[in-house]
């Protein structure tokens, strides 16, 4: 049976697949429809410092392949993180190993450090910096598109946060090369690649927008080869480790991006559309490798670059 | 309890009404077995495959002597046109239970004199609540409202009292608002399940008789399990999940601080 483990950061992940922020709660919430041995960690629902309600009106839109969401980043807060829901993602690692990831937004540079701040002395193994929350004014976003706002934001949360920083970034960065040279350059110990793309659904009933801010963000199956093609211009700009996603749904699917040079994966919307999603991937890609002689990822890590 | 997700067969599938469907379905998993207000994502095609997600829909009935659950479902869009095509001995991927469902125990242990409201298809969970309540010892009375034709009614004789229609067309029944079939002040209680208006309807007369009312409320959702976030709502206690908290609610809770 192939080695699916996999190092990331210098934790020792079950499998490369990672749940995806906003897409798997806190993990708990999978515990008896996923088989979690075969997970390597869960990014928990993006944190804001203070927590938030989120987005008012229509939050989700099927489309062809994929879902826009427009939840606007609904949490409890960086502190009711620490005290609840991340004793629950213990117990999962406890359990089996998940490795737990804390995903941080913000809607300025201040709330990113202190969220870091906080963050420091909880149990959490990786922060995952979301830059890229398409779905949240003033901030997320804002610091994705341009790479100097970015590297500037990264270089704050870095003087203060003694966990290892993986950066999200999003796709509507105006560069990616130079996006993730700048994250790297201002002190990321890894970067995972893309968020949601920014896209827009108009109600033809209502003749109006369907998302009460507009634009929203898309994921699924249609986004992936864009989302592939972002993940290998990473992997060629920068020597820290890339973590891929957008739109991963099947074990080949995965193993495209792991060929990219993507470290790890990490699975979204294809929760929705099979909550063992996760499990079903890692089974798959197992089964790829063993068909091909391949006994782990080192071996077909970027071998098609 | 959470829920599991699994291959299961279809038993049977029937035609009720034009665009009325009544499928059944062999739930294997009695450790996770629904109770009234609860439901279940279904899935009929691949996860590949449109709609990009599963439909949630409540529980029509329970059987645990056979592990049979039933849907009675809408068909409205393309989820449910692709469940309609199910056939005796096809396997859908079925996750559930999902929600809280109606507390049957508890509702019959407070309150004697119960009202069910249903409108169109949100008299779907209505059945299993109402068997629910008989096995509890409580003759719930019951007042359901459709466009035109009604369906499945007569499985309610006896379980129900009181079994009264109304119909927007006035072909069946009572011409007019389900509303206008009973006085809230005559109940301890009122369940209702139905469209937004008829229910938020429904539960401010609750509320301007006293009457307490929980309504079941419905959402589109994406994962089912409070993990996504899709189908929030504002209540008077902050943030819910349909899917998760609900979808059974305290109607002043919901629609009480806009009434």
């Known amino acids: 049976m192939a080695d699916l483990t996999t190092n990331l950061l210098g934790f020792q992940m079950n499998s490369p697949i990672i749940g995806a922020s906003g897409t798997v709660g806190y993990g708990v ?6 088989d979690f041995s075969k997970i390597g960690g869960i990014s928990g629902k993006g944190l804001t410092l203070h927590g938030q309600f989120g987005n008012k009106g229509e939050r989700l839109w099927e489309t062809p392949s994929g879902l826009i969401n427009s939840i606007g980043l609904q949490n409890p807060g960086v502190q009711h993180f620490i005290d609840v829901e991340l004793h629950e993602m213990l117990t999962l690692k406890q359990q089996y190993g998940t490795v737990v990831i804390a995903n941080l937004g913000g809607h300025s540079e201040e709330e990113y450090v202190e969220g870091a701040a906080l963050l420091n002395d909880s ?3 990786i922060i995952e910096l979301n830059i890229s929350c398409p779905n949240v004014k003033q901030g997320g976003m804002a610091y994705g598109v341009k790479a100097d706002a970015a590297g500037e934001v990264v270089r704050m949360v870095r003087a203060v946060c003694k966990k290892p920083l993986m950066v999200k970034l999003s796709p509507q960065a105006e560069n990616i090369p130079e996006m993730c040279k700048a994250v790297e350059a201002a002190g990321a110990d890894a970067i995972s690649l893309t968020n949601t793309f920014q896209a827009c659904a108009i109600d033809l009933e209502k003749r109006r927008p369907v998302f009460d801010n507009i634009f929203a963000g898309l994921s699924g199956p249609a986004v992936r080869p864009i989302a592939l093609r972002m993940v290998w211009q990473a992997v060629g700009a920068v020597q820290i480790p890339v973590v891929g996603l957008g739109g991963i749904a099947t074990g ?8 990219a040079g993507a470290a790890a994966v990490q699975v979204g919307a294809a929760n929705f559309a099979n909550p063992r999603a996760m499990e079903t991937i890692a089974d798959e890609m197992a089964a790829w490798m063993d068909a091909h002689g391949v006994a782990s990822l080192e071996e077909i890590r970027g071998c098609a670059r | 309890m959470r829920a599991a997700c699994c291959e299961a067969t279809v038993l049977g599938h029937s035609v009720v009404a034009s665009d009325i469907r009544l499928l059944r379905v062999l739930w294997p998993n009695p450790g996770h077995a629904p109770h009234a207000g609860q439901f279940f994502t279904l899935r009929s095609w691949g996860a590949g495959e449109a709609p990009f997600l599963s439909r949630p829909i409540s529980v029509h009935k329970w059987e645990p002597e056979t592990l049979t659950v039933s849907f009675l479902y809408q068909i409205v869009g393309k989820g449910t046109e692709k469940l309609a095509a199910l056939a005796e001995g096809d396997i859908i991927q079925l996750t559930g239970p999902m ?6 125990p508890a509702i019959a242990q407070k309150y004697q004199k119960i009202a069910l409201v249903g409108g169109g298809i949100g008299t779907a969970p209505m059945y299993q609540l109402a068997r629910e309540l008989a096995a509890c010892g409580r003759t719930p009375d019951v007042f359901f409202g459709f466009r035109d034709e009604p369906y499945c009614m007569e499985q309610y004789r006896s379980l129900a009292g009181i079994v009264k229609i109304s119909t927007d067309s006035g072909r069946f029944g009572f011409h007019g608002f389900v509303t206008q079939l009973y006085d ?3 109940y301890d209680v009122v369940l209702i399940c139905g469209p937004t208006p008829m229910m938020k309807n429904a539960a401010r007369l609750c509320a301007e008789k006293g009457t307490p009312c929980l309504v079941s409320l419905e959402k589109k959702m994406a994962c089912g399990i409070g993990a996504c976030l899709g189908c ?5 206690s902050g943030a819910r999940s349909v899917c998760k908290d609900g979808p059974v609610f305290a109607g002043t809770e919901v629609f009480g601080w806009q009434t």
């Open chain 1, 252 to 259: 080949r699917d995965a193993l495209e991006f792991i060929m």
């Open chain 1, 29 to 34: 919430e999978y515990e008896d429809l996923a």
């Open chain 2, 99 to 104: 929600g809280n469902g109606f507390d049957v």
């Open chain 2, 184 to 186: 809230p002040a005559d």
């Open chain 1, 123 to 125: 149990a959490v193994d």
């Open chain 2, 232 to 236: 929030t709502i504002e209540t008077a």
